[in-house]
């Protein structure tokens, strides 16, 4: 232990002694620290964290699934099914429904707000292990058909909306119309599954429709079950399910995930290429330091000369050196967490208002231990060579008075030409992932959407409760705002529809073309969307054959629809489609519907999605009650958002207005994760640039320091200075090209891993690897210039005389 003290005592007293070189160390190990501190913070909240439910490693998310070859994606039960698999599953000692609804909350004196809630089974929270704070749970059997219409709060809703108030269990509130008895409210932050502000029962009948999938289910696994063993039992109940009801289960099966999985989907893959990337950066910033350390060592070879001389063994010596890297290391791993925090600042303010309440973006125990992790092992990575190079020390020579003049060894200076040729090529794989991913954003942003979003403003309304249950009286509503907003001075269109495009949100169905046969389970699947007013004009949606959907659609009797050229294409190959029927699979006594026009393709849910079946209809016999409206403007549609909040007031003063946006924002909205991904990337490679070219810098420099003497005695003999100038910029450039050469060929194999991630570009692209490979040459250039002009102006005289 005194040894120990000894050591710190010691190394602290040999970093005071070169404040400059020691801050430069610190700050290089503290941006690579800290960048990978940052990106930790994100791994930790998404995939690290336990989920803050009791014992969550037995929870698993219950998912149907197609059991046809080559069929993709989970989807959500039917009531019916969920209630027959509860019934028959023997691997699970509970399991619970739930199902996301959008709730008006109307209070006398108050503005209407809508509140986004979930409708779950009674003992869901029981399930998760989570107890109100205030007041109690729901009832075993109050999620019966007919049971009470009770609500219990979130923490957040229960201090905004009625000023925590614990007096409000056991009064009424109305939601949607109808008044629902306050019996609790969920602890602080709870806001299951992902934002939700209110709770409510499922209340449904087990002979609901079969063939209505809504459900998202949970459950807990049994002690000593595992999942494979509980998915052969789900695999047997769906079998036993699609020979019963083979009208709605026929392909139907079931698959079991960890509630992670299933909540972080393809982020996980996203957050380790990130991690990957970060650790890129630390690579490079040891690389650096350990250049460093290198010259730092050179410079004091007679000092440990002395101390070899006095006894001191070279294990001694080895520890001495490390101490002084260990605590380096410690001082730049605090400031690597002062940037990581600001870090995460930055990264928290990208991400979505809707981001799972579950992801904490905090520093805790896990990160410190990371933090503390990465700074002893780069202690050891940047300290270690440069210990037992200056460990190595020939007595005689280095204890001669001449001694400090003599240039490095050529070991040492072959190890600092490798460090710097690490640099350029672990830079060079980093920028080119950069510009892969801002060619990708580039990309989607002059990507067509199919519709123009210039000048449209949309808002969202909820037509919810007793008012609002027949189709008439929806129908009123829209056709009343409607006529009211179009009278507003400088809207030239209005619609309405129960998606937005490029919100992610949809609604899918099959159909059975009139004349076609199908194999069950294989009718045409579509996206469904269901309009009132003229979308195509107010979106611009393009019609390229027949007719635009009108008032007269909108009737009991007429059956009109649009679809795209995608559908048309694909369901009626080389025919004519306008006039062409069809109905709802499986319905055979439901309605026909004729198509009255064909239109352009549009992004549905996301850009970079290629364009699917899309089936326009018109809003009559629908049980939708969100619709979004849509208003083409003149000018700036913000600033007509008031005169529009007047004209759907002044028609139901408790109807509540939310989700105001342009739709230019919608569209940036739609691709934020790949805009957060790529300044990420970009500001990742930006560090390891900086990085690369100070440590090329470095070593230039001091080998010129070094070969001053050398210099000065050539320039004596007749070398001009044009030629020292090209020997110095050539050991740079050939330092350069190597690592160039080393980057490129490992970028065609790590860039593989972004194809995910990119739009509109090659992994291989060409136009990025060559322009990243010549801007990196290029500051590479500049970087041995400087050192270059000095050697090539150094004095002869002035040289042997410094001798």
């Not at 009625?162 to 602890?187: E, Q, R």
């Not at 932050?189 to 449904?204: E, H």
């Not at 990371?370 to 020579?397: C, M």
């Not at 200076?413 to 990708?440: D, K, P, W, Y």
Request: charged share 20%; with cysteine; aromatic share 6%.
């Amino acid at each position: 232990m005194q040894t120990l003290l000894t050591d710190i005592r010691y190394a602290v007293r040999a970093i005071a002694k070169a404040p400059g070189f020691s801050a430069i160390v610190i700050v290089v190990l503290a941006l690579g620290i800290g960048v990978n501190t940052t990106m930790f913070i994100s791994a930790n909240a998404v995939l690290f964290r336990p989920f803050p439910y009791q014992n969550p490693d037995e929870l698993v998310a219950v998912l149907t699934v197609d059991t046809r070859a080559n069929a993709a994606g989970s989807g959500s039960f039917s009531f019916p099914d969920y209630y027959d698999v509860r019934a028959e599953a023997k691997s699970f000692t509970a399991m619970a429904a739930h199902d996301t609804r959008s709730y008006n909350l109307a209070a006398p004196g108050a503005e209407p707000e809508r509140v986004e809630g979930e409708r779950i089974s009674a003992t869901m929270f029981g399930l998760l292990g989570i107890r109100p704070a205030i007041g109690r749970d729901f009832h075993a059997d109050e999620d019966q058909p007919g049971g009470p219409a009770v609500v219990i709060l979130g923490d957040g809703l229960w201090r905004r909306r009625f000023a925590a108030d614990s007096a409000i269990v056991g009064k009424a509130i109305l939601l949607n119309g109808a008044s629902y008895t306050v019996v609790g409210v969920m602890p602080e932050r709870f806001a299951f599954p992902a934002d939700q502000q209110l709770w409510t029962l499922l209340q449904l009948p087990a002979a609901d429709e079969r063939g209505g999938h809504f459900l998202d289910v949970i459950a807990r696994l049994k002690p000593g079950v595992n999942m494979a063993q509980a998915q052969v039992e789900l695999a047997g109940i769906m079998r036993r399910l699609e020979v019963a009801y083979p009208a709605s289960n026929t392909n139907a099966g079931a698959d079991l995930a960890t509630l992670r999985e299933n909540e972080v989907g393809d982020t996980q893959s996203v957050v380790w290429i990130m991690m990957g990337a970060v650790g890129f950066v630390l690579l490079i910033a040891c690389a650096n330091v350990a250049n460093l350390m290198l010259a730092k060592a050179t410079a004091r070879r007679r000092e440990i000369a002395v101390r070899t001389a006095l006894g001191a063994s070279r294990s001694r010596i080895v520890r001495q050196l490390l101490t002084e890297s260990l605590i380096l290391a410690a001082l730049g791993a605090l400031g690597g967490i002062l940037i990581a925090l600001w870090g995460n600042d930055l990264v928290r303010s990208a991400l979505p208002a809707d981001t799972p309440w579950w992801m904490r973006f905090t520093i805790d125990w896990r990160v410190l231990t990371f933090t503390a992790l990465v700074a002893v092992g780069t202690g050891l990575l940047f300290g270690l060579a440069p210990a037992l190079a200056a460990s190595r020390t020939d007595l005689n020579e280095n204890l001669k008075e001449g001694g400090q003049g003599a240039g490095s060894s050529r070991g040492r200076q072959r190890v600092r030409g490798l460090l710097v040729v690490a640099e350029v090529a672990l830079s060079l794989v980093l920028l080119i992932g950069a510009g892969l991913m801002t060619r990708s954003f580039m990309a989607i942003q002059r990507a067509d959407p199919g519709f123009d979003k210039s000048n449209v403003l949309t808002l969202n309304l909820y037509l919810a409760g007793p008012a609002y249950d027949s189709v008439q009286a929806r129908t009123g509503l829209l056709r009343d705002v409607l006529a009211q907003v179009a009278a507003i001075p400088g809207v030239r269109a209005t619609a309405a529809s129960h998606i937005l495009p490029l919100t992610r949100s949809h609604t899918s169905t099959d159909i059975e073309a009139e004349g076609q046969q199908y194999r069950r389970g294989e009718e045409p699947h579509v996206d469904l969307r269901v309009v009132y007013g003229d979308l195509n004009r107010t979106l611009g949606i393009p019609i390229v054959k027949g007719r635009a959907l009108t008032a007269g659609d909108v009737t009991d009797s007429t059956y009109a629809a649009l679809i795209n050229q995608t559908m048309a294409a694909r369901v009626w190959p080389g025919e004519e489609a306008v006039g062409k029927r069809f109905r709802m699979a499986g319905d055979s006594g439901g309605p026909v519907y004729t198509v009255a026009g064909v239109v352009g393709d549009i992004r549905g849910r996301r850009l970079t999605d290629p364009p699917e079946n899309q089936l326009y209809m018109a809003y009559t016999g629908f049980e939708t009650r969100t619709m979004v409206l849509s208003v083409k403007t003149e000018g700036d549609p913000l600033a007509l958002v008031p005169a529009v909040r007047r004209a759907i007031r002044d028609r139901d003063a408790l109807l509540p207005v939310f989700d105001v946006a342009a739709m230019d924002a919608v569209f940036d909205r739609s691709f934020w994760d790949k805009k957060l991904y790529g300044a990420l990337f970009a500001s990742f490679a930006a560090i390891a640039l900086l990085l690369a070219s100070v440590g090329l810098y470095a070593v230039i420099a001091y080998s010129v320091a070094q070969r001053t003497r050398e210099i000065g005695v050539r320039m004596a003999l007749g070398a001009d200075s044009r030629r020292v100038l090209s020997q110095v910029v050539g050991q740079g450039a050939s330092l350069t090209g190597a690592g160039l050469a080393i980057g490129l060929v490992a970028s065609l194999g790590v860039t593989r891993v972004l194809r995910g991630l990119l739009y509109g570009v090659s992994p291989t692209d060409p136009v990025v690897f060559g322009g990243v490979a010549t801007l990196l040459a290029v500051i590479a250039l500049v970087a041995c210039l400087v050192p270059a002009r000095r050697a090539a102006r150094i004095d002869p005289m002035a040289a042997l005389r410094s001798e």
